[in-house]
């Protein structure tokens, strides 16, 4: 059982220190940003790297081109925006410029879902995981935190193909520790459980172990899942606790319509149907506010977590 | 340029032309308009401008070439098969099932193109990220861009973002044959003095006859000793269909089709034609 902690550091400030020591380890790397340095802690490298930490200016399609250029000429290029404009906006520059013509290019896309908060519906990805579910042979993150962000920036760096990794920009609820190791499609379990099993992924794990928690309280024994890479998923793992709990609830910080829930149920369906609900935004636009406002207002809580559990068991019974 | 590389660099674009019809019949269509256009300048490109080396199509010292109006991949085809990039044979399976040879450039199946092509606009970007790559080992990035192509913003997010990276490695051209799908370029969205719009941006910009060879191979070496630290753009004025007159004499002439008897008047016209 994974215990949750508070953790006071910022994904933000970390990644400055990660890409740095990337650029010692390598020097292919490189990092690209669309005037968003100064929101990820990195308004400081282009001084000291200026031809490796790169601010191309707010230029998103441009920037994923440039980056997939360099890719051919064998560089490993970082980029960087908020989530929406390293998704939708430039679908089509991932797709061709970066995916279908093989060169690798890692996307990190901040502020996923209602971490958005105060900037609102305009740039509050709840469709970014559905876009890159669709591209061929790429890699999806759901950051949980500071730990997993900091592992998984640096496990990417040879990957290839297209990498997303959606990731909060501000502290989070610590559910792993430093020396953690996590593999692309390589879910991890945990809490186990009997009753019923929660798979989450980004800061619904958090959420996932709460309710677990509660539920513990209540004689309902849930296992919960982090599936770590959305895409590739790890269907193993699900089918083995669907057969041991015979149901199961998802979590997600995104629209409900080609998200994580979308993608364990595809799973389901081809090896072991069961009961499963999704908790997650019901096919809506974003809006303002607090996170804590959000989360209640998009259902993204423990609590809804809670109620779909209970429904789910009741049709695992019949009733 | 002297006459002797003059000669032989147009002899090298009626085998372009050549081989293109022949692809184009075996095939009934194709984009056939603006893969002439682009005939001279790729001839001039790889007579007598690009290091490269057919055998050994990744060496990592060659120039680099992007034809962002991936849709001219036709001309590219036969320059890359007549110099021996591969077998000649190829060019007969153009669009087929399974072949190496796509209506659009595709970097990981025919053997010499630099970069995968087709959504107009993203081999500006990935010409721009190449060249950056390769600043400090001096090979050369060509880019080829459609007039049309420059309705698209991603041109001109390149063109700022060129000048600011000091891409003096990039040298680019635009193919003004003033056709689009759908109509004249003027008709459709005019784009106006497109060398006047690049120089503004802080290119090192020329305008030369896209279709006289000579006029061609001095503006790339006046670039090359020249643009220094900014990138260039040659504005090429060109005929879309250019060289035969079946084809240049259809007003849509952006992708048609070509009867084996037209394809036969198109040689023979092709042939005539003096050096």
Redesign the interface.
Known sequence: MYELKSDTIDIKNIFPQVIESLFMEDENVVYLDADLMNSFGTGGLPEKYP?RA?D??I?E???????????????KPYVHSFGPFVSRRVY??VF??AA????SVRIIGSDPGITAAYNGGTHMPFEDVALYRAIPGATIFDIVDAAQFEKVIRMVRDNEGVTYIRTPRKATRKVYEPAEIFNIGEAKVLKDGNDVTIIASGFMVAEALTAAGELDKTGISAAVIDPVTIKPIDASCIVKHAKKTGAIVTAENCNINGGLGDCVASVLAANYPIPMEKVGVQDEFGEVGTIDYLKERFKLTSGQILKQVNKVIGRKAGI | MNKELEIKTKEFAKSIRLAQINMFRTLGFGHIGGSLSVTDLIAVLYESIMRYDPNNPKWYNRDRLVVSKGHAGPALYSALALKGFFPLSWLDSLNKGGTNLPSHCDRNKTPGIDMTTGSLGQGASTALGMSMALKKTGQNVFLILGDGECNEGQVWEMALSAVQHKAGNLIGFVDCNHKQLDGKTEDILDMGDIAAKFNVFGWYTQTVNGHNVSQLYEAIRNAEQNACDRPSMIVMETVKGKGVALVEEIEFNHHITLSAEQASQAIEEINKQEN
Do not use: L, R, T
Not at chain 1, 61 to 75: D, H, W, Y
Not at chain 1, 100 to 103: G, H, R, S, V
């Open positions: 031809d790169i191309m200016g230029q399609a441009n920037m994923v081109g440039v980056a997939a250029g360099m890719s051919s000429e064998g560089k089509d520059q061709m410029s279908y013509a093989k060169n």
